[in-house]
Structures are given as C-alpha cells and as structure tokens.
C-alpha cells in the first residue's frame, strides 16, 4: 500500500514541512499582496496545497484550509525574528536537504526540501538576510 505524507505548513500544529521548490510564478496571487515597497521573492515552495515563500525580508507561509481551498491563514515570520539556522546538504542515497530555524517565540522549524536543489547558495542568500 502506497502511503502519501501530507503536510500542511501550520507553525502552531508542526515542525516538518516537506518542501518541493516551484517557479516563483507559480506563487499564489494573494501573497503578492502582503509584500511591500523593495521587497522580492527569492524562493517559493510548496506541499501539496501549501506554499512557503522566501523574500527579501521574511518568510511567508501559506497554509490552504477547508475543503474548497478559499480559506488560508497566512504566517509572516521577519528574518530579524530568527536567532539561529543551519542547513544539511543532501546526500548518495538521501537526496533531500533541510533547512533548520530558531525562533524563540515558536521554537526550531524544519524545512525537507524535496529533489535536487542547491541548499549551499540558498544558505548565502538567506545568510545576506538573516545576519
């Protein structure tokens, strides 16, 4: 039997979230409308209806609820929020990485990144942000 994990991007219920990175033009509409003047998007991901996206200034998470799909709470966290992070390349047999975050007022958040995608320059560009 054929067993799909499904995980909803949810900082108050989890602490995994298995991540496949997407196009940024496939980001949900919505968010472009909570980024303000000189933020961009550097990276988007998404679960099966989730997505998470990396900006010039936070993370944003959207989590999808509800069978129809129009109700979603978004979650914005500030870099500035964040105490410490690490990464973990992918490996031979396990081909996904992991992006660790601290943050005191939720506790540590982990990132599965599905497939071949380069961890090393995403941490140089979230270092520019975070540090």
């Not at 989590?63 to 390349?89: A, C, M, R, W």
């Amino acid at each position: 039997m054929y067993y799909q994990e499904v995980v909803m991007i949810d900082f108050q219920e989890s602490l995994l979230f298995k991540l496949e990175p997407i196009p940024s033009d496939r980001m949900l509409e919505t968010i472009n409308k909570f980024l303000i003047e000189g933020e961009t998007v550097f990276s988007v991901f998404k679960t099966v209806r989730d997505q998470l996206v990396f900006t010039s200034k936070r993370i944003i998470a959207a989590n999808v609820q509800g069978l129809t799909g129009k109700k979603v709470d978004y979650t914005s966290i500030p870099y500035s929020k964040i105490q410490t992070f690490s990464i973990e390349t992918s490996g031979t047999l396990d081909r996904d990485c992991e992006l660790e975050i601290y943050i005191s007022s939720i506790g540590k958040i982990r990132f599965e990144i599905r497939g071949n995608f380069d961890i090393i320059a995403f941490n140089k560009v979230i270092s520019e942000y975070i540090l």
